[in-house]
């Protein structure tokens, strides 16, 4: 039996940076707005926690930047990756400096300030905070999507309608579910994300370490802080054997990482995930869109995931704007907000996919070690493509890695300020 039954302009469905940031946009521009949440913040979420450059600016839009900034022991700057390949030899890519691109650096943050700091900014512009809320059913309309079913915090159910909703609600997103089937990737993966205190941290520098089981991904998440987090084929789950804490210590010894966590904590219990590669076949309905992870997540060895979600945000903000205020051109709004997201991630999603080649076979990656040692340029320019400073596309042209590798340079700054947030 329902109980309440509440009405808004929009219905966004999870408060994690895709959700909170786009209910920040839309209440600033005046619309009545809903955020539903399954948790209650602060909330842990498993995650490398490296904010690739290419979100400072939308950070600094949704005014977050300072706020993150300010909490200094708490958030540290990441100015590049490092990577050890399979046998051991390290090269090392920083973000390039230009004066008219994003800021050389991306920010590494645990997820329980980031979420909460920008979950405070949509409270701030207006949006109404629905906590330990489960949206888990559509209601009526068959055909547009006019009301859900969640259930509150005492476990009461209730009706919330919307001439929009979002499903901002992360992988295995339950509003992907309402809206159609979802498709699984072929490669399925575990993650274990651990953060420590009381480290020494190795400057403002994130490092990935390759075998041939995974990667181990490392940041700075504070002064004192890091996050260490482990991907492994879903194959590895059986020597878990019930205890993950000693899975992951026996991985890092394995990795040579136990450096980098020396004299440290566990700052909370082992976070486990997987796997990852999971997409809708629908990401638009009449009267409802996703973005962010529940849109289509693909992996997080690049760690674009946040920016993914701020600025899909970004789209969606002006695709919703757009359906509200002329209803008869909606069916428009959301065919081309399905249209910019293809030309966005599609080449992003090969890069990715590409780098995914290369990284997991060592055959491939002790040569490419090699080339991007003595290229420094072509380093950045990887780096730059996966910290989202420049398009992917311009880094998958061929021309471009054909300059790139005739080039020996130490380094070549990128003069072509990066658009794509226009
Ligand atoms: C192991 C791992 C490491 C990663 N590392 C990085 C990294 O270093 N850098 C990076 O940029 N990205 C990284 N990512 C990706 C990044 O974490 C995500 O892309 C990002 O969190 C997506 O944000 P979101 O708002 O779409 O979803 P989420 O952050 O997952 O938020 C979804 C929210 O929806 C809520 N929710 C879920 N179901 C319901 C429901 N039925 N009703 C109501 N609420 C619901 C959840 O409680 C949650 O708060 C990583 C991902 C993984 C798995």
Redesign the pocket.
Known sequence: MTHESHSFDVVI????????SLGTRLAQAGFSVAL????SFP?S????????PG?TPLLQELGAWDPLLRETDQAALLEGWRIRSHGGAWTEAGFTRTAMDTPPAGL?VD?RIL?AVLLERARTAGAKIFER????ARHGGDRRCDAVV?RGPRGEASIYRARMFVG????????ARLFGPMRCGRNPRL?F?SRYVGVETAGPWGELRLSEEGVL?Y?PIASNAC?V?L?VPMSSAARIEGDVAGFVRRRIDRYEANPLIAGGELLRDVEV??P?EIAPTRRTVPGGLL????AG?FD?LT???????LYGAKLAARTIEASLTHPEAESEALWAYEQALDAWLGPSRRLQRMIDGVVSRRSLMEPATRILRGRAALASRLVDATGDRLPAGDVLQPTRWLAALASRAPRVEIERPYDAHA
């Open positions: 469905v999870g408060a994690g940076p895709a959700g909170s539903l949440d399954a948790r909330r979420k498993p995650c490398g926690d490296a904010i690739s979100a590494a997820r979420d809320t489960r949206v888990f969640a901002a609600d992360g992988l295995r997103s339950r509003m993650a994300v991904g940041a996050n987090t991907v995930t997987g990852f973005v962010g992870d529940a997540y997080p760690g674009q995931g946040i920016h993914r979600a």
